[in-house]
């Protein structure tokens, strides 16, 4: 079921409990008021419902953690910001059935800087990436089947940041002086 379905259900699930409302108030049945209330909020378990392309409306801190459910081929992204250069570690703790994968790319959301996938029953698995600069990524889980997950990040902050230089590109090339070397005689 894809996510337009499930928004359709969601909203046609409220209208039928919109229009009950009144009627179960004023026959004073409230616990039933309080089962369809509930039925509504609780018809998606995922706490971030979004995404398949980065959005930037789901957060990961820094050094933080987020649960979720992925469905079959979805994608749910979350944006990392790091306050400086640095490496980061990414970790998923699935309670897979079958096969899933966490992601982090790039400041676009486009260029996979690294992933590692979790089978059946492998426990957390996690991998780090090396000299990242300061700034904007995001990390994607993706399923295969309808899962939970735990997806943490940690960021190991560099002592030295990454340097920059006036010559990072053919034109700001500073030259290489010959240099002749004299053996002592």
């Known amino acids: 079921m894809n996510s337009l379905n499930l928004m359709a259900n969601k909203l046609e699930l409220f209208y ?29 378990a995922d706490t971030e419902p979004n995404n398949d392309t980065p959005s930037g409306e789901d957060i990961i801190a820094q050094n933080g953690n987020v649960t979720g459910t992925t469905t079959a081929g979805n994608y749910d992204f979350y944006e990392l910001i790091t306050t400086g250069d640095g490496n980061i570690t990414v970790t998923l703790d699935a309670a897979t059935s ?26 957390p698995v996690s991998f780090t990436v090396y000299q990242l600069g300061e700034g904007k990524y995001y990390i994607a889980t993706q399923g295969n089947g309808t899962d939970s997950y735990t997806v943490s990040n940690s960021v190991d902050l560099l002592a030295t940041p990454n340097d920059v230089e006036p010559n990072n ?14 053996a002592d005689t």
């Open 16 to 44: 039928i409990c919109s229009i009950n409302i009144n009627k179960l108030l004023i026959m004073k049945k409230p616990i039933l008021f309080l089962l369809c209330f509930c039925s509504y909020l609780f018809t998606y």
């Open 98 to 123: 079958s096969y899933m994968a966490v992601h982090l790319y790039d400041s676009a959301g486009t260029q996979a800087l690294g992933s590692i996938t979790a089978n059946s029953g492998a426990g």
């Open 169 to 182: 590109s053919y034109a700001t090339a500073l030259p290489i002086l010959r240099m002749t070397l004299h």
